[in-house]
């Protein structure tokens, strides 16, 4: 095994340091356009490029609206509830 | 459909289905969509591998974490190697050799949990679309172009 293979597979055995702050919410969005790309490679009957690339831009678009919105009501209903 | 015709195309199912669990998008190849094939694939596979990337291969426990483990082996058999590996790993002390901690452990083990859930959904498209004799048809078309 090369260094840099050994390197690449060690990588894999120790968990990267993900502080806890608002800003690790942004984890969300690769997973989101994951499952829009997935969704619609499995939903649409016939797969043009261009077509394929606007339908997951848009459901990629409307999930990230509405966790971001989701977040927003969660905050606020926090912040009713402790202050 | 003959008897023979309806047990070849039971296989069929099967085979696709296995193939979609085996690696994400082999059913979709298996019935020529390859695209889909392709675009499956990579999309899955790069999210596991994020997800082991970040929270390490230890968020693959299959004793700890059992319902995580249940999405998780939606993604391929391969992760119940890697889960035996997590699982045999251990020092002298008897501790286990990989650990996972953290944001990192939660972030990963979401991120494989759901490139496992999103695996199955691939698997019970293919499945449908053999069922449908959907891939033939478009399968064929992409085959002309």
Known sequence: MTPDMGAILGAFTVPIDIPTDPMSTLWMFPLLLSISIVYKATKMRVLFARRFAKEVAVLFGTISVFMVFLGVVLILLVKLLTE | ?145
């Not at chain 2, 099967?14 to 390859?34: D, N, S, T, Y």
């Not at chain 2, 050799?97 to 083990?109: C, F, I, L, T």
């Open chain 2, 1 to 145: 459909m003959t008897t023979k015709n309806k047990v070849d195309h039971g296989l069929l199912l099967i085979v696709v289905g296995l193939a979609a669990w085996a690696v994400p998008g082999g059913g979709h190849f298996i019935i020529k969509e390859r695209k889909r094939a392709i675009i499956i694939f990579v999309t899955v596979t790069l999210t596991f591998l994020a997800g082991l990337y970040v929270g390490s291969i230890a968020v693959i426990d299959r004793v700890g974490a059992k319902p995580w483990y249940a999405a998780q082996i939606m993604a391929s058999p391969a992760v119940g190697l890697i889960g035996n590996i997590v699982e045999v790993s251990v020092d002298e002390a008897g501790n286990r050799k990989y650990v996972s901690y953290g944001r990192g452990h939660d972030v990963g083990q979401i991120y494989t949990s759901i490139a496992g859930m999103l695996n199955l959904l691939c698997i019970i498209s293919a499945v449908y679309m053999t069922w449908c004799g959907r891939g033939e048809m478009i399968g064929a078309e992409e085959d002309d172009t």
